[in-house]
């Protein structure tokens, strides 16, 4: 099980903005973050915990191992407000954290 | 560039079958480095994994699907599809079809979900 917090934050352009995901059990590296804008699939931001999809925003980056991990925004930009969701991948059925939304202060 | 396209009915009766196709261009289907995944999402609710298939025909599902769910994969149509049995108001969701890609870090596999259609809405409904 995947448990994100906060469950939404309110920040403005230009800050940094830390997200939390946190395993059950240790997971290792095996985990993924995502961007999911309204109404548009799902996209790689993240995998291994810290590698950086490619065309991802440096701004993005990821940390962390075993049973605790981040995904830190360096400086928000307009289309950074999303939902963003960390997920498992070493243990079936691959588990998704319940989504962190970013919103406009 | 590898695109994902789903497709199928929009509106499904209860306790029927629920079936969806996923086109997949710019990429095989038969390649060796990717899994091809089902994934679901109910209105304004969190992401569900509901299993993948490799091009060997080996598959994972999820078990809160109670076998359910059956994936396959028709290599001549670089499709994979999707049939979900007896459904009920609780499989409305967006479906999504993605490539679990096989990403090698220092000799480890680490699977991502690099590439996703546009997402299908399904409701169940009679």
């Known amino acids: 099980q995947m448990t994100q917090s906060p469950s939404s934050v309110s920040a403005s352009v230009g800050d940094r903005v830390t997200i939390s995901c946190r395993a059950s059990q240790d997971i290792a590296t095996w985990l993924a973050w995502y961007q999911q804008r309204p109404g548009k699939a799902p996209k790689l931001l993240i995998y291994a915990a810290s590698i950086l999809q490619s065309g991802v925003p440096s701004r993005f980056s990821g940390s962390g191992s075993g049973t605790d991990f981040t995904l830190t925004i360096s400086s928000l930009q307009p289309e950074d407000f999303a939902t963003f969701y960390c997920q498992q991948s070493i243990i079936f059925p691959w588990t998704f954290g319940q989504g962190t939304r970013v919103e406009i202060k | 560039q590898v695109q994902l396209q789903e497709s199928g009915p929009g509106l499904v009766k209860p306790s029927q079958t629920l079936s969806l196709s996923c086109t997949v261009s710019g990429d095989s289907i038969s390649s060796d480095d990717s899994y091809w995944t089902w994934i679901r999402q109910p209105a304004g609710k969190g992401l569900e994994w509901i299993g993948r298939?490799?091009?060997?025909?080996?598959?994972k599902y999820n078990p809160s699907l109670k076998s359910r769910a059956t994936i396959s994969v028709d290599t001549s149509k670089n499709q994979f599809s999707l049939r979900l049995s007896s459904v009920t108001a609780a499989d409305t969701a967006v479906y999504y079809c993605?490539?679990?890609?096989?990403?090698?870090?220092?000799?480890?596999?680490?699977?991502?979900?690099?590439?996703w259609g546009q997402g299908t809405t399904v409701t169940v409904s009679s």
């Open positions: 993605a490539r679990d890609r096989i990403n090698m870090v220092g000799g480890v596999i680490h699977p991502s979900l690099d590439v």
């Open positions: 298939i490799y091009t060997s025909g080996r598959t």
